[in-house]
């Protein structure tokens, strides 16, 4: 295994590591608690940063930052699923993407470049997804989610509302980073993400430094990363990440009103957990 030296004097592993996919493009790595063949695990440790092709540097995990689950679609839904993936979906592998060709105006004309991209992470049922889409029609909008049943509900909504400046990315957002151009998100949003919440998960947490640093160099020069959770311990996590990544500035805002609230947040208050939002912005 070839070992480099990050930036920030990390360890950088090239080609150690073998990424992790899931979804029609990719090929699932098991993890205990589904039962299956046992992973590798790496817990907590050193960050894994590796340059990609672009200059803009991507994780190599072998942990999972979600659950796997097998919910079956109806025969119905999985035909509207198959015929909409290939329609309004991105491929997880494939070259940089160029906005202008992922996001095409249906007129004919130009992509205004003005436009923003939002990078969408762990949309679950899409529900803030769909209706930031409507709020904010002159943001371009990739949502990135691994489970069916959320990924089919969005593309319903691109199709059917319809939402024709969004995107979905079905699977593992660690991967797909290597295809988003460098300083080329306006805003990433990770509202409640997986909170695995034992000591023994906490590896399995999205939010940790490698992935704040990979976010940070697609993210443009002012650009925005707001992250929402409910579980206190991570709020802090996001916070000291986040605060020690020298390109951020920012830190815990009260609970904006232009974020809807969802399933997953209505179940932490019932469970008397309110929320924590944190929006930093990239000042460099
Ligand atoms: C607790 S849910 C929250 C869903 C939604 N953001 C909300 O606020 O209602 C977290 C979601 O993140 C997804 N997720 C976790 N890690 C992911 C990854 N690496 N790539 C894409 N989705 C991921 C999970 O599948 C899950 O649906």
């Not at 097998?70 to 015929?83: H, I, N, T, V, W």
């Not at 959320?150 to 660690?174: E, F, K, Q, S, Y």
């Not at 992250?227 to 996001?238: G, N, Q, R, S, W």
């Amino acid at each position: 295994m070839a070992c480099l030296r990050s930036k920030k004097g990390s360890p950088v592993l090239r080609g150690a590591e073998s990424s992790v996919h899931v979804g029609r493009f990719a090929v699932v790595e098991a993890d205990r608690e589904t039962d299956d063949p046992q992973p590798r695990r790496v817990r907590g440790g050193a960050p894994m940063i590796t340059e990609s092709e672009s200059g803009a540097r991507n994780v190599r995990r072998p942990a999972l930052t979600f659950k796997v689950r097998r919910r079956g679609l109806s025969p119905k839904r999985q035909a509207e699923f198959d015929q909409w993936i290939l329609d309004w979906s991105i491929p997880m592998e494939g070259p940089l993407l160029d906005w202008a060709e992922v996001f095409p105006r249906l007129d004919g004309d130009p992509r205004d470049p003005a436009r923003g991209v939002v990078l969408d992470i762990g949309f679950g049922h899409g529900e803030s997804t769909i209706q930031m889409a409507h709020a904010q029609p002159e943001l371009d909008v990739i949502g990135v989610e691994v489970h069916d049943p959320g990924v089919v509900t969005v593309l319903d909504a691109i199709v059917n509302d319809p939402l024709p400046h969004v995107r979905v990315m079905h699977g593992d957002t660690i991967p797909f980073l290597d295809r988003i151009p460098p300083s080329s998100l306006r805003i990433i949003r990770i509202y409640f993400p997986d909170p695995w919440k034992k000591q023994r998960q906490h590896h399995r947490r999205l939010v940790r430094s490698d992935v704040v640093t990979a976010l940070v160099d697609r993210l443009e020069p002012g650009g925005e990363l707001h992250l929402a959770t409910d579980i206190a311990d991570y709020a802090e996590l996001m916070e000291q990440v986040c605060d020690a990544e020298p390109r951020l500035t920012g830190g815990i805002i009260p609970r904006p009103e232009s974020r809807p609230l969802t399933r997953f947040e209505q179940r932490g208050l019932d469970e008397g957990r309110p929320p924590t939002d944190l929006v930093y912005h990239r000042i460099i």
